[in-house]
């Protein structure tokens, strides 16, 4: 072929597109709704790490104090 695609690759993203058509073709509620679940996650991870953080802050201080 012209351009070196294969009827294999085209089967492959046939499938790999209906597979996912219902992302990409899904009305903008669901896109917007899975942005907002997106951000709140985002921002859940980071109030832990800053968290995580502190907590390793505090048991390095204890640390040097028993030392």
Do not use: C
Request: no cysteine; hydrophobic share 40%; charged share 30%.
């Amino acid at each position: 072929s012209k351009h070196n695609i294969l009827p294999q690759n085209l089967v492959n993203w046939k499938k790999s597109f209906l597979a996912d058509a219902e992302i990409a073709m899904g009305p903008s509620k669901e896109v917007k709704e899975y942005k907002e679940e997106l951000i709140k996650s985002q921002e859940q991870n980071e109030r832990l790490t800053a968290l995580v953080g502190k907590a390793m802050t505090l048991a390095q201080k204890m640390a040097e104090l028993e030392k």
